[in-house]
């Protein structure tokens, strides 16, 4: 993930410079081909949508400075081809919509309607709600030198739901972003996607500011990243994330300070990607 954001700053870096579209589609062909044959060497099928955030943000950075657009509707008629593969993947057979990775798709819907038909399930209340909050911002921390770091909703509500007869001690589910919010709140959920719209509002906000008004490379990447929000939840966001977002507002500083020690600074084309 950290290499990702490396690459997404030079890319970014590159087209500011003033490197025109054609280029900027060969590095863009690169950076796709270079996260492929990482997935085809050591991918095992799990995180697929966070593998989906990763292609998309190189995509998303051409697509910003070049005006490359492409139509909602070529999506709409890519899902059914892009759900098969969800499902090959994982080494199902995709006729089968029974099969695990089959109903894998629809995880967090399936436990999200699970914990709202039963609002009494759940390890409610306001300190563990806290808690996956603040992994919504720190789960990228090392548990070594953070010795009570909270544990994502995801995994231990295998333990408080079910238990884990049949299952492995690293299994965790997929809650989603609403399953996430009942679990800890129950009825009172509302009130925690609230504070969660909130907080990814003026989280991106910051991103704006730290980012100043020539780069969009942090947000590119936290926008892409959500994703895995709406399915995983704030601990699986914030595990993520700050792994690409992190390094790129680390070289943006960098890359700062060197230009105000230079003479010269490279050229800015217009920035079209939307910061609202």
């Known amino acids: 993930m950290i290499p990702i954001g490396v690459a997404l700053y030079f890319q970014e870096y590159l087209i500011k410079s003033g490197q025109k579209r054609p280029g900027s589609v060969i590095v863009f062909l690169l950076f796709e081909a270079a996260i492929g044959g990482n997935l085809f060497l050591y991918w095992g099928g799990y995180g697929r949508l966070a593998v989906a955030a990763y292609l998309i943000m190189p ?9 490359i657009g492409i139509r909602f509707s070529y999506l709409v008629l890519a899902m059914p081809a892009l759900l098969i593969w969800a499902m090959l993947v994982r080494g199902e057979d995709a006729n089968s919509i029974t099969s695990s990775a089959a109903v894998g798709v ?13 609002l009494g399930y759940g390890d409610v209340g306001l300190g563990p709600y806290l808690k996956q909050l603040e992994l919504f911002y720190l789960n990228w921390f090392p548990r070594d030198h953070w010795a009570g770091k909270p544990v994502g909703a995801g995994y231990y509500s295998v333990d408080y739901l079910w238990g884990r007869v049949g299952v492995g001690d690293d299994y965790n589910v997929s809650l989603g972003f609403v399953g996430d919010q009942l679990f800890t709140l129950g009825k009172a959920y509302p009130i ?13 906000r910051a991103l704006v500011w730290l980012s100043g008004n020539d780069s969009i490379a942090a947000l590119i990447a936290f ?5 895995t929000y709406f399915w995983g939840g704030m601990a699986a966001f914030g595990a993520r994330a700050w792994f690409v977002i992190l390094p790129i507002l680390a070289l943006s500083g960098l890359g700062k300070i060197w230009t105000n020690g230079s003479r010269g600074r490279p050229s800015v084309t217009e920035i079209t990607y939307s910061r609202s």
């Open 192 to 204: 925690g996607l609230l504070i969660v719209l909130t907080s990814v509002i003026l989280t991106r």
């Open 59 to 67: 995509f998303a950075m051409l697509c910003s400075y070049h005006r």
């Open 106 to 118: 629809t995880d967090h819907m399936r436990f999200t309607e699970y914990l709202r038909t039963g």
């Open 223 to 227: 926008d892409a990243t959500l994703l």
